[in-house]
């Protein structure tokens, strides 16, 4: 599926999915050295736990690993792939926000917590299911909409869990000069 | 080397850790973390959206969390949650982006620290918040023994439930 499309629907539409599965993405790219290198790059991180075993062995891990808070990047499906259209211009990264049918064309992520669990290690592939928790309709100043409250529980090709996130995103309708 | 949950008291500060943002970097971050969304690397997509800049992700703030964490706590530390992650305010193009924290709960019994971690860009000016549970080793305990999540043998590793 592509995640990029915001389904549009009526607040009851949203309401009626809450408990259930929404989505089920696959991450493009399995955990590999050259990504977890550009990482470190960007943010200039210096820590030997993710490119050297030994290292890494001395701090608890069975070999070198990710860093924790890569989960989305690992979790996040392609943007563009063989049989899918061609990207449409200012696209959003392709998580499953934008799946539940709700009016409003805005969104805004408020809040998230994430608990870590199995570490990633290279070649671990990541899936994330994304339960649909919670509808709260609210009026912000930056306009009319309502809270989706999303459960998405990433795990490795073995079923392990390795994270699970709890996130909280506004979708609204922009009030006019907000 | 790790800190052991021996040398933690509660009010010690975490950090700071810093990184200077430029259009450069945010692209540097962006193709990392793989949020291509306009508004992390374009200044004029970002200000029609009412920014003043281009500015950094929730990834962006979880890492810098994580990297302050870990420069704190030493390889041995290990995070294990983010709490009620919230952006405040924008991490632009031009800013100096600083990590630190406090400790706000020691456990020795389970080794478990709470840290209130948040990214400034001025003393004055937060854009993150966040709460971490992270632990650390005991300076008596065989720590690294009973951490290990062995897959050596080929068995599948136990989901892991706290």
Same mark, same amino acid.
């Given at each position: 599926m592509t995640a990029f499309a915001m389904a549009?629907?009526?607040?009851? $539409? /949203?309401?009626?999915?809450?408990?259930?599965?929404?989505? %089920?993405?696959?991450?493009?790219?399995?955990?590999? $050295? /050259?990504?977890?290198?550009?990482?470190?790059?960007?943010? %200039?991180?210096?820590?030997?736990?993710?490119t050297d075993d030994d290292a890494a062995r001395a701090a608890g891990y069975d070999g070198r690993i990710a860093p924790f808070s890569m989960y989305l990047t690992f979790g996040m499906p392609a943007y563009w792939k063989p049989g899918m259209p061609s990207l449409p211009p200012n696209s959003l990264a392709p998580f499953a926000f934008g799946a539940v049918p709700a009016p409003g064309s805005a969104m805004l992520a408020t809040q998230t917590s994430v608990e870590f669990h199995d570490p990633m290690r290279p070649g671990d592939r990541l899936s994330a299911t994304w339960r649909l928790t919670g509808v709260t309709r609210k009026r912000l100043s930056l306009g009319d909409g309502g809270f989706l409250d999303f459960e998405v529980a990433y795990r490795n090709q073995d079923g392990a869990l390795v994270a699970l996130e709890r996130t909280s995103v506004f979708r609204y309708d922009p009030e006019p000069g907000a | 080397?790790?800190?052991?949950?021996?040398?933690?008291?509660?009010?010690?500060?975490?950090?700071?850790?810093?990184?200077?943002?430029?259009?450069?970097?945010?692209?540097?971050?962006?193709?990392?973390?793989?949020?291509?969304?306009?508004?992390?690397?374009?200044?004029?997509?970002?200000?029609?959206?009412?920014?003043?800049?281009?500015?950094?992700?929730?990834?962006?703030?979880?890492?810098?969390?994580?990297?302050?964490?870990?420069?704190?706590?030493?390889?041995?530390?290990?995070?294990?949650?983010?709490?009620?992650?919230?952006?405040?305010?924008?991490?632009?193009?031009g800013d100096t982006v600083t990590c630190r924290g406090t400790v706000t709960a020691v456990d020795?019994?389970?080794?478990?620290?709470?840290?209130?971690?948040?990214?400034?860009?001025?003393?004055?000016?937060?854009?993150?918040?966040?709460?971490?549970?992270?632990?650390?080793?005991?300076?008596?305990?065989?720590?690294?023994?009973?951490?290990?999540?062995?897959?050596?043998?080929?068995?599948?590793?136990?989901?892991?439930?706290?």
């Open positions: 549009h629907g009526t607040w009851e $539409d /949203a309401e009626r999915l809450v408990g259930t599965v929404i989505a %089920e993405l696959s991450g493009a790219d399995a955990v590999n $050295d /050259a990504m977890v290198r550009h990482q470190l790059e960007a943010l %200039e991180w210096d820590s030997p736990v993710f | 080397m790790s800190r052991t949950i021996e040398d933690v008291s509660v009010g010690d500060p975490v950090g700071p850790v810093s990184i200077g943002l430029s259009i450069q970097r945010l692209v540097m971050i962006a193709a990392a973390n793989r949020d291509f969304a306009p508004t992390h690397h374009d200044a004029a997509v970002a200000r029609a959206t009412g920014a003043d800049g281009a500015y950094t992700n929730m990834m962006f703030v979880m890492a810098m969390m994580e990297r302050a964490v870990q420069a704190w706590g030493g390889s041995a530390s290990r995070l294990r949650a983010l709490s009620s992650v919230r952006m405040v305010a924008f991490n632009r193009a020795t019994e389970t080794r478990e620290v709470s840290l209130e971690l948040w990214l400034e860009t001025e003393p004055d000016r937060r854009t993150a918040t966040a709460a971490a549970r992270v632990t650390l080793p005991s300076a008596a305990s065989a720590f690294r023994g009973e951490e290990r999540t062995s897959r050596q043998d080929g068995s599948k590793p136990a989901i892991r439930r706290r």
